[in-house]
């Protein structure tokens, strides 16, 4: 057997990338087609331990199923029609706030002026405008928004999926041609994902309740806008949940005053702190950490690959990707990069072949 040559690897690497180009290309012309799969395939992940635990209780799976789905749409139904109203009437004010919020960084340069720091009004406000930061909110709310245009066809996708989602297991199995169904990598890697997905779910739920109900409880304008918001972004940590919290301390710094949005800004601060560094942690377990630079990274190259959608499910695609690299012996060290620098890792060591029976 001739051993590998450099030239040979050099190609090896050379095509695989070349490869790589040409799907993520493919990807990014079926966007349309894409992203509402991905979605269904994300909802559905995270609804198959809920239907594992009605099945515990001796709830028929087709009737589990069902129960799930009726479950989403109505949520969904009244959620949409919560946060839609809020949406709306927050476009409607942005440019009164925009305005408030010119006024009250008059005062603050007027403060300024009188321990003479000199700054320029409309300088500063060209390089720094706050009316930006509620625009991107809404932005992306409505960029969501049209893709669940295709409600019903990412409904129909779930449905579907979650019906042939016990039998997935086997074939594949059975097309990897492996009789002893002892493929415990692929089991282990669809495991990871489902628990990842259901738990993410589970904490920004948590965390977007939170939120929502501090807003409400100091008097802040459109907090179901608010806690949708950070529902969303939690997916993206450390970043996700800075972004999500802009807007709605500049919305009570204009309403409120100055100590309320302090109090906001604590609220975030703590219910993140708590859901992300405690309870997320707790069920979730070591080994699912990313880098803060990966992570910020995932975001823009999802964004790019995928638009709004792909910026909200950057971390859970690249968990996905990372969790594959894990589960096999030759890709581990690239997982490595991949993790956080609190993550303990421990060397993945060839298991010995078994012997032979005389």
């Not at 992203?35 to 515990?56: E, G, N, W």
């Not at 028929?60 to 959620?79: D, N």
């Not at 405690?278 to 190259?301: A, D, K, N």
Request: charged share 10%; with cysteine; glycine share 6%.
């Amino acid at each position: 057997m001739q051993a590998k040559t450099p030239s040979s690897s050099s190609l090896r690497v050379l095509v695989i990338l070349a490869a790589l180009v040409i799907v993520l290309a493919g990807i990014k012309a079926a966007n349309t087609i894409v992203v509402p799969f991905l979605l269904s395939l994300f909802i559905a992940m995270a609804c198959s331990p809920m239907i594992s635990r009605l099945q515990k209780l001796k709830v028929p799976r087709s009737l589990a199923i069902l129960t799930v789905i009726l479950a989403i749409v109505v949520f969904g139904f009244i959620l949409a029609g919560m946060v839609g109203q809020s949406m709306n009437e927050f476009s409607q004010n942005v440019p009164k706030y925009r305005a408030q919020l010119a006024e009250q960084f008059s005062w603050l340069i007027n403060q300024l002026d009188a321990l003479n720091v000199k700054i320029d009004k409309q300088q500063l406000l060209s390089y720094l405008d706050p009316g930006m930061a509620m625009n991107m909110a809404t932005n992306v709310l409505t960029s969501l928004g049209g893709v669940l245009t295709n409600f019903l066809l990412i409904l129909l996708i779930v449905l579907f999926m979650l019906f042939e989602a016990h039998s997935i297991a086997p074939k594949i199995h059975i097309a990897l041609d492996d009789p002893d169904m002892k493929m415990q990598q692929i089991d282990k890697f669809l495991s990871s994902v489902k628990n990842y997905l259901a738990i993410k779910t589970l904490v920004s739920l948590g965390t977007g309740l939170i939120i929502g109900i501090w807003l409400y409880v100091l008097g802040l304008d459109h907090f179901m806008l608010w806690a949708m918001l950070a529902f969303l972004l939690n997916y993206i940590p450390n970043i996700g949940s800075i972004i999500a919290a802009v807007p709605a301390v500049l919305l009570a710094f204009v309403q409120l005053g100055a100590p309320s949005a302090g109090l906001v800004a604590l609220g975030y601060v703590l219910s993140n702190t708590v859901m992300g560094n405690v309870v997320e942690p707790r069920y979730m377990g070591r080994g699912l950490g990313l880098s803060t630079l990966v992570v910020f990274l995932s975001l823009v190259f999802w964004g790019w690959l995928l638009g709004t959608v792909g910026m909200l499910l950057s971390v859970p695609l690249t968990m996905i990707v990372k969790i594959a690299l894990e589960s096999n012996q030759q890709t581990h060290w690239i997982a490595l990069l991949l993790a956080s620098e609190n993550e303990e890792f421990v060397p993945k060591v060839a298991e010995p072949a078994p012997s032979e029976e005389k």
